[in-house]
Antibody, heavy 117, light 111 residues
């Protein structure tokens, strides 16, 4: 069974940093592109960042470019999102998602990031 | 504002059929057969229901079906059940620098 388990969310002050993790199991992690998708309270889904299967290529939404860094450790089956210079508008539930057949075929349960003073 | 346009809400009675639309452009929905649909219950993670416009993943009820005409994709749920009440999001690959776009979501209410 595919499992994605996020961790690392919490309350942080504006300008602060957080590192999210997503532990993967039940599939060959190193074969899949992975995404971070976020959902602000009461709002829709927005992709934040993606990384290719071996970690050599990354892409970011304009809203987080230069502040967030996605990475992965295929030896630990773990995806990461380093978030710096956090803003109130970054407040959201952050999901890691597996990119399968031209779609997001598996999602984690999400981790809540709250940016507030 | 989301890149793909969905109605904010739809409703139907148990046993009825409903259709949720997802309107895009020739750069996304209309240009590729890479439309997918996701169901999200309150406080839960999204779940893939349809991919590549009309394909159902293993384990998804055949009451769910997808289609596309031009720049608009549709999700149809037949034989509505109470458990279908949820938010539904469409998503599509896009040739723009955005890479992937979601719709704003549609809240389905089963009356």
């Amino acid at each position: 069974e595919v499992q994605l388990v996020e961790s690392g969310g919490g309350l942080v002050q504006p300008g602060g940093s957080l590192r999210l993790s997503c532990a993967a199991s039940g599939f060959t992690f190193s074969s899949y592109w992975m995404y971070w998708v976020r959902q602000a309270p009461g709002r829709g889904l927005v992709w934040v960042s993606r990384i290719n299967s071996d970690g050599s290529s990354t892409t970011y939404a304009d809203s987080v470019k230069g502040r967030f860094t996605i990475s992965r450790d295929n030896t630990k089956n773990t995806l990461y999102l380093q978030m710096n210079s956090l803003r109130a508008e970054d407040t959201a539930v952050y999901y890691c998602a597996r990119y399968g057949t031209r779609c997001f075929d598996s999602w984690g349960q999400g981790t809540l990031v709250t940016v507030s003073s | 504002q989301s890149a793909l346009t969905q109605p904010a809400s739809v409703s139907g009675s148990p046993g009825q059929s409903i259709t949720i639309s997802c309107s895009g452009t020739s750069s996304d929905v209309g240009g590729y057969n890479y439309v997918s649909w996701y169901q999200q219950h309150p406080g839960k993670a999204p779940k893939l229901m349809i991919y590549d416009v009309s394909n159902r993943p293993s384990g998804v009820s055949n009451r769910f079906s997808g289609s596309k005409s031009g720049n608009t994709a549709s999700l149809t749920i037949s034989g509505l059940q109470a458990e279908d009440e949820a938010d539904y999001y469409c998503g599509s690959y896009t040739s723009s620098s955005t890479i992937w776009v979601f719709g704003g979501g549609t809240k389905l209410t089963v009356l």
